[in-house]
T-cell receptor, first 114, second 112 residues
Framework: GNSVTQMEGPVTLSEEAFLTINCTYT??????LFWYVQYPGEGLQLLLK?????DKGSNKGFEATYRKETTSFHLEKGSVQVSDSAVYFC?????????????FGTGTLLAVQP | DARVTQTPRHKVTEMGQEVTMRCQPI?????VFWYRQTMMQGLELLAY????????DSGMPKDRFSAEMPDATLATLKIQPSEPRDSAVYFC??????????FGPGTRLTVT
């Protein structure tokens, strides 16, 4: 079945460091891929998305490229800030757009220290 | 700035009591999801609706949980009777068909 695997956290970085959070997926067909972010005490917010192979999603300095050959959608940011501290979820919609049902990874906690 | 709203934000109740959580989806969104988040299990999909009809509630314990959409602007999740293991944060999310989900702020439920 469809699934998403994320790297285990927590990821602890100093401010201005480079961030990579790995995400790989298993899916039939051509899923859409998403990164959601959850700040403390809040719901999940869509950070970025990509709907087909080689698409790059980007937002707020974060980027992720849909790599079909490696079934990956790694999240990157060149210079993290303390305000980026949050839990990041990778997700896929593998149902051909007929439904919005998402499959989420387990989440990766990012802690950025000043 | 349209948002999903959820009430109450926090609920503390005793075991055996009925709990009702409410969600107002974004106007124009026709799909509503209920999730439960715990440290142990992470984010779990409990049920979802399209055009107010339940499409999938396989993630929901049927004996005590029920979800409904009385109208297009209100979704409810009820637990009766509640148990300590139901303590979690419950999220509602809404979407238009084929588009990404927008999450509410959640209801933090504590059952003592």
């Amino acid at each position: 079945g469809n699934s998403v695997t994320q790297m285990e956290g927590p990821v602890t970085l100093s401010e201005e460091a480079f961030l990579t959070i790995n995400c790989t997926y298993t899916a039939t067909g051509y899923p859409s891929l998403f990164w959601y972010v959850q700040y403390p005490g809040e719901g999940l917010q869509l950070l970025l998305k990509a709907t087909k192979a080689d698409d790059k999603g980007s937002n707020k300095g974060f980027e992720a490229t849909y790599r079909k050959e490696t079934t990956s959608f790694h999240l990157e940011k060149g210079s993290v800030q303390v305000s980026d501290s949050a839990v990041y979820f990778c997700a896929l919609n593998g149902y051909g757009g007929a439904t919005n049902k998402l499959i989420f990874g387990t989440g990766t906690l990012l802690a950025v220290q000043p | 700035d349209a948002r999903v709203t959820q009430t109450p934000r926090h609920k503390v109740t005793e075991m055996g009591q009925e709990v009702t959580m409410r969600c107002q989806p974004i106007l124009g969104h026709n799909t509503v999801f209920w999730y439960r988040q715990t440290m142990m299990q992470g984010l779990e999909l409990l049920a979802y609706f399209r055009n107010r009809a339940p499409l999938d509630d396989s993630g929901m314990p049927k004996d005590r949980f029920s979800a409904e959409m009385p109208d297009a602007t209100l979704a409810t999740l009820k637990i009766q009777p509640s148990e300590p293991r139901d303590s979690a944060v419950y999220f509602c999310a809404s979407a238009r068909t084929g588009v990404e989900q927008y999450f509410g702020p959640g209801t933090r439920l504590t059952v003592t």
